[in-house]
C-alpha cells in the first residue's frame, strides 16, 4: 500500500500484455501524452493520463520475430517491437520507430481523432535499442533529420552515430575502431546552435562506454562521454566517405573532491536533461550518475554549461605516443582548418566538408578524443546521495520563478520506483547553493499542465509538480517546506501564483523563516493530541513524522500538565518515525511532546498521552495466584454471555473499545481466535472438553 503522503495527486496507466514504457512525447498543443510501449502506442489525456485513452497495437511481423527467436533471441522478451521514439513530424502526424524484433521499423502516424499507423512505414535492417532522435528545427519537412546511436547488426557489435532522413545524405561514424565507439551506451542527444548563423549548428551526444585511456592493468574502465558533429557534415570527398569528419568526442566529469587529494568519480551516465534559457545557445544540462564500483555506491547529479563543453573541444587533442604508448596531449602542428569545427563563413572560407584538405580529414580520423574533460559547475555534483538503497536513474528539471527568483528544480527517478523532489536554494550567494530533499515520492505501487509523467517497465504514472496540500495546514510548516511550488496564502498552503498579491502568497524559498513570515497568523494550526494505553512490562511506540525532510525531531516528557518538561533517559530508543519505550513501567505514563526544530525554529508537532495499565490485583483468598489483566481479558472473550469486544472491555475496564483505541483489526483477530476455539471445543466429546481457561489460549 501507498501512504497518502505518497498517493497524493498519483495517477497510473498500463496496459495488459505491454510493458517498457520509455518513449515519451508531451504534445501541450493537442493535450495529449503520446507514450511508446511493448507492441503499442498509446495517446493519453494530459489532465488524467488514466482516462480517455486512445491507442494501437503496431507488433512485428510472425517471420520477424521467428528469425529473430532462430538468431537465439528470446522470443517472448526480446522478439518484439519495443517503441523506442517518438517525435512531432508536423501538425498531423508523429514519426514513431520500434525495434521490430531486432528489424527496426519506422512509421508515420496520424494524430487526428485515431491514430493510424500510414502508410509511409519504412523499416530498415539493424538494431535500434538505443536510438535517439535530436531533431533539427522544423522549418519545412525537408529539414527534418533524424540522428541516431545504434548497433547495426544483430549481435550489437557494430556501433554508429548514424543520420538519416531529410536532404543530407546518410552518414555514420568510423566502422570498427575503437578510437571512435568502444562499445558504446548512448544515453541522449541534443541539437544546441553555436551562433546565429545555422551553419554552425551542432549535434551532441551523451554515452558511457569503455575507455580507451583507461589504466593498464585495472582492467575495463567506463567513462562518460560527450561527442560533438556539426549538422552540415557531408562526409569526405576521398577520405571518411560518407563518414563523420567532424565527429569529437571528450569525457564528462562527475566526481567529488576527496580530503587525500584524490576524486572519487561518478562514471557510469544514466540520463541527461536539457533545460533550456532564454539564451537558446547557452542551456543548461543536468545529468546524472552512478558509479559501478563494488566498494562504493551512490549516485549523483552534476550540472554542465555549454562555455565549458565548447572550451574541452577547442583544447588539446588526445595522442598515443611514446615508449609505453600512453594517451598525451598532441603537441604537434593541427591543421587548418581546426577538425571539429563546421564549415561557415562564421569562422572560415569553407562551404562544405568536402572541400576540406586531405591533412584535415586525416587528422580527424585519427584523433577523435579530447586530452581535457569536462567539468561540471563548481568542480562537483550539485546533489548527492551515498547512503541510499537506490540509484539515480531519470532527471526531468522545471525552471519555477517563485518570489525572490527562480529556482532549478529536480525531479530525480531511481530504480526503485521513487521520485526525488530537489531544490536548489543559494546560500551567501547564487554561486554557493544547497540542495534541499524536499519529498521522496513513491510512484509504481498501484489548462497549463504542471505535471511529471514517468514511465517505467510496468507502467505509466502522472504526478503534479506542485503537492503543496502535504506541507500540513499552517504557515509555518508551508513556510518551512521551501518549496518553490507552494505559498501560504492566509488559509492554506496552496500553488503559488506570482501575479497574486504579495500578502495572499507568503514565500521564502531561500531562507525558510516562518518567524517573520508568519508571525501574528491567525490560522496556526493547533497542536494535536492524541490519548495512548501502555500495558505494563511490554512495549510501546509513539510516532511523530515530521512532513519536512530537513527537520530535526526533539522529544520532551513530563509527569503531568503543571510540572515541569525533561529531556527522555536511555531506556528510550529514537528511531526515524518515533520512539520506542522497551518495557513500559508506570513511571512512563504522561505527556510526550514531539518537537521539529528547522532554521531556528520551533514547533510543536503532537502531543502525546501515555496512560500505563497494570497487573490487577486479586483477592485476599488467592495471595497466590498473580494472573495478569490479559488472562481476565481471555476469559472475558470466552465468556458466553458477552458477544461483542465492547461488552467485553465495559466489563474488564469499565471503557468500550473505542475509548481504549484498540484497532479494529486486532478485534477481528481476537474474533477468529474465539470462533477456532468454540470449533474445536464442540469437536470434542464432552467428557474430554473440560473447564474454560485463559491457558488453552
Given at each position: 500500500?501507498?501512504?497518502?503522503?505518497?498517493?497524493?495527486?498519483?495517477?497510473?496507466?498500463?496496459?495488459?500484455?505491454?510493458?517498457?514504457?520509455?518513449?515519451?512525447?508531451?504534445?501541450?498543443?493537442?493535450?495529449?501524452?503520446?507514450?511508446?510501449?511493448?507492441?503499442?502506442?498509446?495517446?493519453?489525456?494530459?489532465?488524467?493520463?488514466?482516462?480517455?485513452?486512445?491507442?494501437?497495437?503496431?507488433?512485428?511481423?510472425?517471420?520477424?520475430?521467428?528469425?529473430?527467436?532462430w538468431?537465439?533471441?528470446?522470443?517472448?522478451?526480446?522478439c518484439?517491437?519495443?517503441?523506442?521514439?517518438?517525435?512531432?513530424?508536423?501538425?498531423?502526424?508523429?514519426?514513431?520507430?520500434?525495434?521490430?524484433?531486432?528489424h527496426?521499423?519506422?512509421?508515420?502516424?496520424?494524430?487526428?481523432?485515431?491514430?493510424?499507423?500510414?502508410?509511409?512505414?519504412?523499416?530498415?535492417?539493424?538494431?535500434?535499442?538505443?536510438?535517439?532522435?535530436?531533431?533539427?528545427?522544423?522549418?519545412?519537412?525537408?529539414?527534418?533529420?533524424?540522428?541516431?546511436?545504434?548497433?547495426?547488426?544483430?549481435?550489437?557489435?557494430?556501433?554508429?552515430?548514424?543520420?538519416?532522413?531529410?536532404?543530407?545524405?546518410?552518414?555514420?561514424?568510423?566502422?570498427?575502431?575503437?578510437?571512435?565507439?568502444n562499445?558504446?551506451?548512448?544515453?541522449?542527444?541534443?541539437?544546441?546552435?553555436?551562433?546565429?548563423?545555422?551553419?554552425?549548428?551542432?549535434?551532441?551526444?551523451?554515452?558511457?562506454?569503455?575507455?580507451?585511456?583507461?589504466?593498464?592493468?585495472?582492467?575495463?574502465?567506463?567513462?562518460?562521454?560527450?561527442?560533438?558533429?556539426?549538422?552540415?557534415?557531408?562526409?569526405?570527398?576521398?577520405?571518411?566517405?560518407?563518414?563523420?569528419?567532424?565527429?569529437?568526442?571528450?569525457?564528462?566529469?562527475?566526481?567529488?573532491?576527496?580530503?587525500?587529494?584524490?576524486?572519487?568519480?561518478?562514471?557510469?551516465?544514466?540520463?541527461?536533461?536539457?533545460?533550456?534559457?532564454?539564451?537558446?545557445?547557452?542551456?543548461?544540462?543536468?545529468?546524472?550518475?552512478?558509479?559501478?564500483?563494488?566498494?562504493?555506491?551512490?549516485?549523483?547529479?552534476?550540472?554542465?554549461?555549454?562555455?565549458?563543453?565548447?572550451?574541452?573541444?577547442?583544447?588539446?587533442?588526445?595522442?598515443?605516443?611514446?615508449?609505453?604508448?600512453?594517451?598525451?596531449?598532441?603537441?604537434?602542428?593541427?591543421?587548418?582548418?581546426?577538425?571539429?569545427?563546421?564549415?561557415?563563413?562564421?569562422?572560415?572560407?569553407f562551404?562544405?566538408?568536402?572541400?576540406?584538405?586531405?591533412?584535415?580529414?586525416?587528422?580527424?580520423?585519427?584523433?577523435?578524443?579530447?586530452?581535457?574533460?569536462?567539468?561540471?559547475?563548481?568542480?562537483?555534483?550539485?546533489?548527492?546521495?551515498?547512503?541510499?538503497?537506490?540509484?539515480?536513474?531519470?532527471?526531468?528539471?522545471?525552471?519555477?520563478?517563485?518570489?525572490?527568483?527562480?529556482?532549478?528544480?529536480?525531479?530525480?527517478?531511481?530504480?526503485?520506483?521513487?521520485?526525488?523532489?530537489?531544490?536548489?536554494?543559494?546560500?551567501?550567494?547564487?554561486?554557493?547553493?544547497?540542495?534541499?530533499?524536499?519529498?521522496?515520492?513513491?510512484?509504481?505501487?498501484?489548462?497549463?499542465?504542471?505535471?511529471?509523467?514517468?514511465?517505467?517497465?510496468?507502467?505509466?504514472?502522472?504526478?503534479?509538480?506542485?503537492?503543496?496540500?502535504?506541507?500540513?495546514?499552517?504557515?509555518?510548516?508551508?513556510?518551512?517546506?521551501?518549496?518553490?511550488?507552494?505559498?501560504?496564502?492566509?488559509?492554506s498552503?496552496?500553488?503559488?501564483?506570482?501575479?497574486?498579491?504579495?500578502?495572499?502568497?507568503?514565500?521564502?524559498?531561500?531562507?525558510g523563516?516562518?518567524?517573520?513570515?508568519?508571525?501574528?497568523?491567525?490560522?496556526?494550526?493547533?497542536?494535536?493530541?492524541?490519548?495512548?494505553?501502555?500495558?505494563?512490562?511490554?512495549?510501546?511506540?509513539?510516532?511523530?513524522v515530521?512532513?519536512?525532510?530537513?527537520?530535526?525531531?526533539?522529544?520532551?516528557?513530563?509527569?503531568?500538565?503543571?510540572?515541569?518538561?525533561?529531556?527522555?533517559?536511555?531506556?528510550?530508543?529514537?528511531?526515524?518515525r518515533?520512539?520506542?519505550?522497551?518495557?513500559?513501567t508506570?513511571?512512563?505514563?504522561?505527556?510526550?511532546?514531539?518537537?521539529?526544530?528547522?532554521?531556528?525554529?520551533?514547533?510543536?508537532?503532537?502531543?502525546?498521552?501515555?496512560?500505563?495499565?497494570g497487573?490487577?490485583?486479586?483477592?485476599?483468598?488467592?495471595p497466590?495466584?498473580?494472573?495478569?489483566?490479559?488472562?481476565d481479558?481471555?476469559?472475558?472473550?470466552?465468556?458466553?454471555?458477552?458477544?461483542?469486544?465492547?461488552?467485553?472491555?465495559?466489563?474488564?475496564?469499565?471503557?468500550?473499545?473505542?475509548?481504549?483505541?484498540?484497532?479494529?483489526?486486532?478485534?477481528?483477530?481476537?474474533e477468529?481466535?474465539?470462533?477456532?476455539?468454540?470449533?474445536?471445543?464442540?469437536?470434542?466429546?464432552?467428557?474430554?472438553?473440560?473447564?474454560?481457561?485463559a491457558?488453552?489460549?
Amino acid at each position: 500500500m501507498i501512504p497518502e503522503r505518497m498517493r497524493h495527486g498519483l495517477r497510473t496507466y498500463g496496459l495488459e500484455r505491454s510493458c517498457c514504457y520509455e518513449a515519451l512525447l508531451l504534445d501541450e498543443e493537442r493535450g495529449r501524452l503520446f507514450v511508446g510501449g511493448k507492441n503499442h502506442l498509446a495517446s493519453l489525456s494530459l489532465d488524467n493520463i488514466s482516462k480517455q485513452d486512445k491507442k494501437i497495437y503496431w507488433p512485428a511481423p510472425v517471420e520477424w520475430r521467428e528469425e529473430c527467436n532462430w538468431a537465439g533471441k528470446d522470443i517472448n522478451a526480446e522478439c518484439m517491437n519495443f517503441i523506442k521514439i517518438l517525435h512531432l513530424y508536423n501538425r498531423t502526424h508523429l514519426y514513431a520507430c520500434g525495434t521490430g524484433a531486432f528489424h527496426p521499423t519506422c512509421a508515420f502516424v496520424e494524430v487526428g481523432q485515431r491514430m493510424e499507423v500510414g502508410p509511409g512505414s519504412t523499416p530498415a535492417k539493424g538494431q535500434m535499442r538505443d536510438a535517439l532522435p535530436a531533431p533539427t528545427p522544423r522549418a519545412s519537412p525537408a529539414w527534418e533529420e533524424l540522428y541516431s546511436g545504434v548497433a547495426t547488426d544483430l549481435m550489437g557489435r557494430d556501433f554508429t552515430i548514424f543520420r538519416s532522413l531529410g536532404l543530407r545524405p546518410s552518414i555514420r561514424t568510423e566502422q570498427h575502431d575503437s578510437r571512435w565507439l568502444n562499445e558504446p551506451k548512448f544515453v541522449d542527444v541534443f541539437w544546441i546552435p553555436e551562433s546565429e548563423n545555422p551553419d554552425d549548428d551542432k549535434i551532441y551526444f551523451f554515452f558511457r562506454e569503455t575507455a580507451v585511456e583507461g589504466q593498464q592493468g585495472l582492467g575495463k574502465a567506463s567513462f562518460a562521454r560527450i561527442g560533438q558533429i556539426c549538422r552540415n557534415d557531408l562526409g569526405g570527398q576521398r577520405s571518411l566517405v560518407n563518414k563523420w569528419t567532424t565527429f569529437l568526442k571528450a569525457r564528462l566529469v562527475c566526481s567529488v573532491p576527496g580530503s587525500d587529494g584524490g576524486d572519487t568519480f561518478f562514471d557510469e551516465l544514466r540520463d541527461v536533461f536539457l533545460l533550456r534559457t532564454r539564451d537558446t545557445q547557452n542551456p543548461l544540462l543536468y545529468a546524472v550518475f552512478s558509479t559501478s564500483s563494488s566498494v562504493f555506491r551512490g549516485s549523483a547529479v552534476c550540472l554542465y554549461n555549454m562555455h565549458d563543453i565548447r572550451r574541452a573541444f577547442l583544447g588539446p587533442f588526445a595522442h598515443k605516443e611514446g615508449p609505453n604508448y600512453q594517451w598525451v596531449s598532441y603537441q604537434g602542428r593541427v591543421p587548418y582548418p581546426r577538425p571539429g569545427m563546421c564549415p561557415s563563413k562564421t569562422f572560415g572560407t569553407f562551404s562544405s566538408t568536402k572541400d576540406f584538405p586531405d591533412d584535415v580529414i586525416q587528422f580527424a580520423r585519427n584523433h577523435p578524443l579530447m586530452a581535457n574533460p569536462v567539468l561540471p559547475h563548481n568542480q562537483r555534483p550539485v546533489f548527492l546521495q551515498t547512503s541510499g538503497d537506490y540509484t539515480f536513474t531519470r532527471i526531468a528539471v522545471d525552471r519555477v520563478m517563485a518570489a525572490d527568483g527562480h529556482y532549478d528544480v529536480l525531479f530525480i527517478g531511481t530504480d526503485v520506483g521513487t521520485v526525488l523532489k530537489v531544490v536548489s536554494v543559494p546560500k551567501e550567494n547564487w554561486q554557493n547553493k544547497e540542495e534541499l530533499l524536499l519529498e521522496e515520492l513513491q510512484v509504481f505501487k498501484v489548462g497549463q499542465w504542471q505535471q511529471l509523467y514517468v514511465g517505467s517497465p510496468t507502467s505509466l504514472s502522472q504526478l503534479p509538480l506542485h503537492r503543496c496540500g502535504i506541507y500540513g495546514k499552517g504557515c509555518a510548516e508551508c513556510c518551512l517546506a521551501r518549496d518553490p511550488y507552494c505559498a501560504w496564502n492566509g488559509t492554506s498552503c496552496t500553488r503559488y501564483m506570482p501575479n497574486t498579491k504579495r500578502r495572499f502568497r507568503r514565500q521564502d524559498v531561500r531562507n525558510g523563516d516562518p518567524n517573520t513570515l508568519c508571525s501574528g497568523d491567525p490560522h496556526q494550526s493547533s497542536v494535536p493530541e492524541k490519548k495512548l494505553y501502555g500495558v505494563e512490562g511490554s512495549s510501546a511506540f509513539l510516532e511523530c513524522v515530521p512532513k519536512s525532510l530537513q527537520a530535526r525531531v526533539l522529544w520532551t516528557y513530563q509527569k503531568a500538565s503543571d510540572t515541569p518538561r525533561k529531556e527522555l533517559d536511555e531506556r528510550v530508543l529514537l528511531t526515524e518515525r518515533g520512539i520506542l519505550l522497551r518495557s513500559v513501567t508506570r513511571k512512563d505514563a504522561g505527556l510526550y511532546h514531539c518537537q521539529a526544530t528547522e532554521h531556528g525554529f520551533t514547533q510543536t508537532l503532537l502531543r502525546l498521552s501515555l496512560e500505563v495499565i497494570g497487573a490487577r490485583e486479586e483477592a485476599p483468598a488467592e495471595p497466590a495466584s498473580s494472573k495478569l489483566w490479559y488472562q481476565d481479558f481471555l476469559q472475558l472473550v470466552d465468556h458466553p454471555n458477552l458477544s461483542t469486544m465492547d461488552q467485553v472491555c465495559q466489563q474488564l475496564w469499565g471503557r468500550t473499545s473505542h475509548h481504549i483505541q484498540v484497532k479494529p483489526h486486532k478485534w477481528k483477530h481476537v474474533e477468529e481466535m474465539r470462533k477456532a476455539r468454540k470449533r474445536r471445543t464442540h469437536e470434542l466429546p464432552r467428557a474430554e472438553r473440560g473447564p474454560r481457561s485463559a491457558a488453552a489460549w
